[in-house]
């Protein structure tokens, strides 16, 4: 059974960065297209930045281009998400999840696998 447990979350202060992981047991990442979602209280699930199994093509939000690098380690069978420049509207609880499809999008609906999730904090 395929698990994915995020952490690297925290409190970090507007322009700061964190770096969050997702690492995979049970399966190696790199079998999987990852995505990262977030969720803020009140608001809908958005879909951050995804990685596509194989290849890696990568893709993200408007919102946090230029900000936020995704990336995969397979021998650390982890996915990373470097967020940098942070915003206080950056505040959310933070998800990866996979799917087993090639390509990489941001429709939560498409992933199958979640983890639990890890927050994060951008005080205004």
């Known amino acids: 059974q395929v698990q994915f447990v995020e952490s690297g979350g925290g409190l970090v202060q507007p322009g700061g960065s964190l770096r969050l992981s997702c690492a995979a047991s049970?399966?190696?990442?790199?079998?999987?297209?990852i995505g990262w979602f977030r969720q803020a209280p009140g608001k809908e699930r958005e879909g951050v930045s995804c990685?596509?199994?194989?290849?890696?093509?990568?893709y993200y939000f408007d919102s946090v281009k230029g900000r936020f690098t995704i990336s995969r380690d397979n021998a650390k069978n982890t996915v990373y998400l470097q967020m940098n420049s942070l915003k206080p509207e950056d505040t959310a609880v933070y998800y990866c999840?996979?799917?087993?499809?090639?390509?990489?999008?941001?429709?939560?609906?498409?992933?199958?696998?979640w983890g639990q999730g890890t927050q994060v904090t951008v005080p205004s």
């Open positions: 049970g399966s190696a990442v790199d079998y999987y297209s």
């Open positions: 999840a996979a799917h087993l499809m090639t390509y990489c999008v941001l429709d939560g609906q498409k992933y199958g696998y």
């Open positions: 990685i596509s199994r194989r290849e890696g093509r990568t």
